[in-house]
């Protein structure tokens, strides 16, 4: 199984990207997938966390500004980030946590946000 992440891109501060991240296969019916990020120069964090269920978890920096959800019948979590900081800039990999595939990683997709 691979994630493959989208969405990235270039935005000026107060903008909106979403983020996309899908599983090539099953990634089994109890799971968390969520998103990390990694800017440079600094230890990778966890942004948000989304169960199978539906109990989401945010880091505190990103509360009331980015929401996270997810299509468990196509395998995919989103990201919708909206007004989006300088400090959001980073580097952000989709994770997938489960019995069946483990501790999985997309392959990262750059946010860029311009001051």
């Known amino acids: 199984v691979q994630l493959q992440a989208s969405g990235g891109g270039l935005v000026q501060a107060g903008g909106s990207l979403r983020l996309s991240c899908a599983a090539s296969?099953?990634?089994?019916?109890?799971?968390?997938m969520g998103w990390f990020r990694q800017a440079p120069g600094k230890e990778r964090e966890m942004v948000a966390t989304?169960?199978?269920?539906?109990?989401?978890n945010f880091a505190d920096s990103v509360k009331g500004r980015f929401t996270i959800s997810r299509d468990n019948a196509k395998n995919t979590v989103y990201l919708q980030m909206n007004s989006l900081k300088p400090e959001d800039t980073a580097v952000y990999y989709c994770?997938?946590?489960?019995?069946?595939?483990?501790?999985?990683w997309g392959q990262g997709t750059l946010v860029t946000v311009s001051s």
């Open positions: 989304i169960t199978s269920g539906g109990n989401t």
């Open positions: 994770n997938v946590k489960s019995a069946v595939v483990g501790w999985l």
């Open positions: 296969g099953s990634i089994g019916s109890n799971n968390i």
